[in-house]
């Protein structure tokens, strides 16, 4: 159980577009998610926690209009990244709050060229 | 605030040998501890998670660790290593109370050669 997917699993975009990420809670609830960034050979970064029907809180330093969570449902939050640059690319990884842990997704390898 | 120190960036062993990977930890209040592994490209696998009681936890794959609370540290082990266990492994730390917010270590690359 406590199964998170995430779509897609890797995407190429062009810079100056948009891309949007999709994470789910498969067989729970999540009433927080949260969305990390990391880069290769590093470790994860907290980018933002998302509660289900409110806005996501951001940690410091990133920027809430570029990188724009949704959490929809209990079961959804999205990340798009606007306006991608080459310094966007990284690896995204979502997790699904539940009781005491995080359940987490396999990632999404975002290339912008 | 909670922060994590994992101590060694890289660990070489070899296979069949006895590994342990070092994690302290920093906080004012109680905590909940964690260690995941991230093979490459995949997100992250919950190997062991300490919340409370016995002090000695044991996890998936034969890996176990020991919440030390007078040193804060809370160190990754397993007797015998496989060549499948070769990964990234993350030390995790939240406050008992409050957010579910993880703060994570550096990561240590766990290496087995045969």
């Known amino acids: 159980g406590a199964v998170v997917s995430q779509h897609p699993s890797w995407v190429i975009c062009k810079s100056g577009t948009s891309v949007k990420i999709e994470c789910r809670s498969l067989?729970?609830?999540?009433?927080?998610m949260f969305w990390y960034r990391q880069f290769p050979k590093q470790s994860l970064m907290l980018m933002a926690t998302?509660?289900?029907?409110?806005?996501?809180?951001?940690e410091q330093g990133v920027e809430k209009d570029k990188f724009l969570i949704n959490h929809a449902s209990l079961t959804l939050s999205t990340l798009t990244v606007t306006s991608a640059h080459p310094e966007d690319s990284s690896f995204y990884i979502c997790?699904?709050?539940?009781?005491?842990?995080?359940?987490f997704g396999p990632g999404t390898r975002l290339t912008v060229t | 605030a909670q922060s994590v120190t994992q101590l060694d960036s890289q660990v070489p062993v070899f296979e069949e040998a006895p590994v342990e990977l070092r994690c302290n930890y920093s906080?004012?209040?109680?905590?909940?501890l964690f260690w995941y592994v991230q093979y490459p490209n995949q997100g992250l696998q919950l190997l062991l998670k300490?919340?409370?009681?016995?002090?000695l936890v044991k996890g998936i794959n034969g890996f176990e660790a020991e919440f030390n609370k007078s040193q804060t540290s809370f160190h990754l082990r397993k007797p015998s290593v496989h060549i499948s266990d070769t990964a990234e492994y993350f030390c995790?730390?939240?406050?008992?109370?409050?957010?579910?917010?993880?703060?994570f270590g550096q990561g240590t690359r766990l290496t087995i050669n045969p």
């Open positions: 997790s699904g709050g539940r009781y005491y842990e995080q359940y």
């Open positions: 067989d729970f609830q999540a009433t927080t």
């Open positions: 998302s509660n289900e029907g409110s806005k996501a809180t951001y």
């Open positions: 906080s004012s209040v109680s905590v909940y």
């Open positions: 300490y919340l409370s009681g016995s002090t």
């Open positions: 995790a730390v939240r406050g008992a109370q409050g957010a579910q917010k993880l703060v």
